[in-house]
């Protein structure tokens, strides 16, 4: 059965700090891989994803993720923290049965960001 | 992208009562889901809705609880019935739309119905 595992359930930065949030999965077939942004009352918007090719991503409001698959990661970073990036992050990956458009979520990640 | 409007925002129902949910995208969309929330945690898929047909639940939830509809390809309905408070949570709807050049769907979602359940 596929998993997702982020660890860290909370993190706390500075303001213009390095953000670094964890992601582990497990598929077992090639995974295709998201990480997904919620602002308080808001639905999810999808920063970023890695599906076939280079294996460092970019997305929206300056994160990237790189994929390794050795390590089964996809690490989600942004060299410098904004206040406006508090916010949940939720790390998901494409299920393997059922359909390719069924996504498994991790536990997510809330993010503080302070002065 | 696919512009998602669910209504209600957010509703406060009396235990034993249910709540329909409506999905409503502006555009013609491939497939529909439907999420829970439960307070603190992560999103748990609770079906597929099928246009013109029943929809196709995941382990754990059934369609006495949760029926859906799908009348066509920008509307979808969820109800919570016979609600009591375990049921609180936030229900989003999601949708693929098929990218160009791209073998997989991306999914959008909704802003969500935030219920609470007296």
């Known amino acids: 059965a596929q998993s997702v595992t982020q660890l860290g359930s909370h993190v706390s930065v500075s303001e213009g700090a390095l953000v670094l949030l964890r992601c582990n999965y497990s598929s077992s077939v090639p995974p295709y891989l998201f990480w997904y942004v919620q602002y308080p009352n808001q639905g999810l918007q999808l920063l970023l994803k890695?599906?076939?090719?280079?294996?460092l991503v970019k997305g929206i409001n300056g994160f990237e993720a790189e994929f390794k698959k050795s390590e089964t990661s996809f690490h989600l970073t942004k060299p410098s923290a904004h206040m406006s990036d508090a916010a949940e992050y939720f790390c998901?990956?494409?299920?393997?049965?059922?359909?390719?458009?069924?996504?498994?979520f991790g536990a997510g990640t809330r993010l503080a960001v302070h002065p | 992208s696919a512009v998602i409007s669910q209504k209600p925002s957010r509703d406060i129902c009396q235990r034993g009562t249910s709540l329909t949910i409506q999905c409503q995208v502006d555009s013609q969309v491939t497939m529909m889901f439907w999420y829970r929330q439960q307070p603190g945690q992560s999103l748990t898929l609770i079906a597929t809705a099928n246009q013109g047909s029943e929809a196709t639940y995941e382990s754990g939830f059934v369609i006495d609880k949760f029926p859906i509809s799908r009348p066509n390809l920008t509307f979808s309905t969820l109800t919570v019935s016979n609600m009591s408070p375990e049921d609180s949570s936030i229900y989003l709807c999601?949708?693929?739309?098929?990218?160009?050049?791209?073998?997989?769907?991306?999914?959008?979602f909704g802003p969500g119905t935030r219920l609470t359940v007296l």
């Open positions: 998901a990956v494409r299920s393997d049965s059922g359909g390719y458009n069924k996504l498994i």
């Open positions: 999601s949708v693929t739309r098929t990218g160009e050049g791209s073998s997989y769907n991306e999914q959008f």
């Open positions: 890695y599906t076939t090719g280079a294996t």
